[in-house]
């Protein structure tokens, strides 16, 4: 089953559009493609015609190409039909969008069953039912929500795979948009009734050279699945993220009734999880960072080498006292801890800031350079911490607002990192007037994040790709 | 001693103005005030002249009149003889800007306890050393960082003070931005050699008027003064919160370098605190959401009774069905749990919605209406579980992202709360273009949040202000 037509047709046809309604979803999709996408795209409408100003054909065969891809956007009832045509036609994949299969009970289950065998027997890569589809930018985007009322990532190295519509449009695409996460391809799996999680984990891990990063939103493995999956996301050259949904007593009814799988244990997946490299995160914001801190360094240009967080030792470089508390009371939640420092490197420290921060700075760990420092004093301690071996990364707590540090800051860390190859994760809040200090950062690959918490959890990432690194080099 | 004239002074004189440098503390407060608050404001430079065409004045026994506040920005040494001329000129409040007290160790100790005298002895309300100082919009801003730096808040029902002046322009200022919480007044105690925490909750919540909210960030109480605090909480009309930092072991070690001040045991402080009506958010994102819901639920106008949620019985009315898998996963951990509806409910419910939703909706606890959902369908929903007595709050996640729902939807559910007085917390991502929604519910006081985590955590702070009412009900 060649999935890659799913992704990268060279043309696609779309049945299940509406002249009346103009929000029916066949109608949004065959439009949305036609006027913002790059693909071939082709309309079916049993009368012909045309809708919005294109031309729309009576029947598939009529069509001056065989297209590579149909989006079905029709009842259940009906949507078999178009299946064996696929079939008959050799249109080698589908997408589905309409619901009343297996998520409804014993009839939609039958149905389900009956399109399972058709795509089977004829090798039809088919994708949902119940899903909004694929957006593979910049060809293709059958999500049947006007572009205009959701907001759409940029590309970039990540591959979504998602259970829930609503989750990928908002946990993703929403919150991606809004920390400028990139994506290669995502896709809605709905009932993954062809289709599922592990045949597209190894489509993307192996086939697909835009994605280094897989993301899934899941609320259970496919029966029988579990074991290839976890063997594949084991051997992927990309990391593997499952954001899992579901796992509580009363998410496990709540799945039931709404993707029809079955939820496991949450103990259970996790370890399984953790055994073959899959990165689990706890939360909306565990995950989000994760994603950021993977898409930053999965860029060709890279700054420091990620694979060298072993302990967890880090050193906090902050201009408020109150920042670097907060910061060291939240190592320990992730496992990571502060180096202390001897008093000759307090010394030293000291002599490297100017006068006016020396006297009211502090050198313990959290370092604290107070409102009084400047570019040069945060660029010259950067420096000093880089050449201690014990430390294995440098959180950056900037706050722009001092007037004695300019907007140059930002370049001045990057240039620094370049130089001494130290891994540094910085937190500066996100505002649009600080815009040009988290550029010069980003720009160089250097991952700033917008709250303290976050910074830490990028660095308690950068240990995860250090191990999933040191078993891979085992072998 | 009278705190109001930290924060309501007619008039107030500022001490340590650069001629030189234009990013010296003293000046910027100086400019900033003339030229962007309302407050009656004096330079004094020995030299006198002028800067920034503004008039300054040799000493400050030569202005027109004895101002109510002096903002001291000159270096440690110098600052006593400043405070002694309060003392024989009767100023009867001032703001010591600079370090070089107790933060800095014994030398600084002495100077600190010399001032602590000075100030005593006079009844002179010092605020600092160490600090930087007061926002009172619109009359006055002593905090010396240049306005266009950072990001300040609009005007509402929270009094801000913290011990840590990053802290209270990130944390808050920025974050209060972004989340639209306003401020009453903000202030940052450094030090706190003479003005602490105790007397700012006393100020705040007996004197106040605009205050109903007072949020703290402290790194521990002022020694001996901590049982004040908790009586004085505990008594409060207004509801106290304190983000606390430094309660980890190396957060402890940190925080003594920096204010000079002694952190407690977490879980003794945690224990006093909860006994004493104090909410104690344990993230930053907590903090946030319970001040926000706080401040949303201060305003006058009111659509339900927040004193109601008693067992934490939830309802969540979803359009996305992970979203409410989402949701449920996340009650048992701030202690709340859905409601299960009777087969008569849910065969109601189904009833009242179209019918392309009808058929493959479902009506368990998470209710999932899919995206074939319209505006009438929520709001019948709505008015559906409002009657039923069992549930005590509804959490809508609306993702209005499908062509379905319309920009009314917000106007539509703040009206229908406004009729059914059921307590509800709505979900839907901050993004520019759903404003119209969010405004609508906002304008009625209905809390949006822009997470699923911050809407359940919400639920959990509508509980905290139930338990609050009914500790004050039962005295």
Redesign the interface.
């Known amino acids: 089953m060649k999935l890659e037509n799913l992704f990268k047709p060279k043309s696609m046809a779309v049945v299940g559009i509406s002249k009346k309604n103009p ?1 029916s979803p066949g109608r ?1 999709i065959f439009v949305k493609n036609v006027f913002e996408m790059e693909v071939e795209v082709y309309g079916i409408h049993p009368e012909g015609g045309e809708i919005e100003g294109v031309n729309l054909y009576t029947r598939l065969d009529e069509l001056p190409e065989i297209p590579n891809l149909l989006v079905i956007a029709i009842s259940a009832e009906d949507t078999l039909d178009y299946v064996q045509v696929c079939a008959d036609l050799n249109i080698p994949a589908c997408i589905i969008i309409g ?2 299969f297996a ?2 009970g014993s009839e939609g289950i039958k149905r389900q069953k009956k399109l399972e065998r058709v795509a089977n027997d004829n090798d039809i890569a088919v994708l949902g039912p ?1 899903c909004i589809g694929v957006y593979s930018p910049p060809l293709l985007d059958t999500i ?3 572009t ?4 759409r990532p940029s590309k970039g190295t990540v591959a979504l795979i ?6 990928l ?3 993703f695409f ?1 919150k991606f948009n809004e920390i400028k996460i990139g994506v290669s391809t995502a896709v809605s799996i709905g009932n993954r009734a062809v289709v599922d999680e592990t045949m597209l984990l190894e489509y993307f891990s192996k086939y697909d050279k835009e994605t280094s990063n897989i993301a899934f ?1 899941l ?1 259970g493995f496919k029966s029988n699945k579990s074991k290839k999956f976890l063997e594949l996301a084991r051997e992927s050259k990309d990391t593997v993220i499952i954001y899992f ?7 496990i ?3 039931k ?3 029809a799988s079955l939820s496991g244990n949450d103990k259970i997946i996790s370890a399984a999880l953790k055994q073959n490299l899959i990165v689990q995160p706890r ?3 565990e995950l989000l960072t994760y994603l950021k801190l993977f898409d930053v360094l999965s860029h060709k240009r890279k700054l420091f080498d990620s694979n060298t967080i072993i302990y967890g030792r880090i050193a906090i470089l ?9 910061c ?2 939240l ?2 939640k992730y496992g990571l ?2 180096v202390e420092f001897t008093e000759k490197e307090k010394k030293e420290m000291k002599e490297l800031v100017n006068p006016v921060a020396r ?2 700075a ?1 050198f ?3 370092i ?1 350079l ?2 009084s420092a400047r570019d040069e004093d945060i660029e010259n301690i950067i420096h000093y911490l880089s050449k201690i071996e014990r430390i294995e990364c440098i959180i950056v707590l900037i ?6 540090i300019s907007f140059q800051i930002g370049r001045r860390i990057a240039n620094r990192v370049s130089i001494d190859k130290k891994p540094l994760i910085c937190f500066i ?1 996100y ?1 649009q ?1 600080y815009g040009m200090i988290i550029e010069a950062l980003e720009l160089s690959n250097i991952p700033v994040f917008h ?3 976050e910074a830490v959890q990028a660095v308690s990432a950068l240990r995860i790709l250090t191990r999933r690194y040191n078993f891979k080099q085992r072998k």
């Open positions: 929000l949004i619901g009343g998520e409804i119940n049947f929500m006007p205009e009322r959701l907001t998602s259970q829930s519509g609503g989750v449009v908002d946990q929403h939103y609320e949904g579901g796992l509580s007593e009363q998410g009814k709540a799945t009734s709404h993707t939360s909306e914001l902050s201009i408020s006292g109150g920042h670097g508390v907060l060291v009371d190592l320990k801890f502060g006297n009211i502090s313990d760990n959290p604290d107070t409102g706050l722009p607002y001092t007037p004695s809040p505002i007037k709250s303290i918490e």
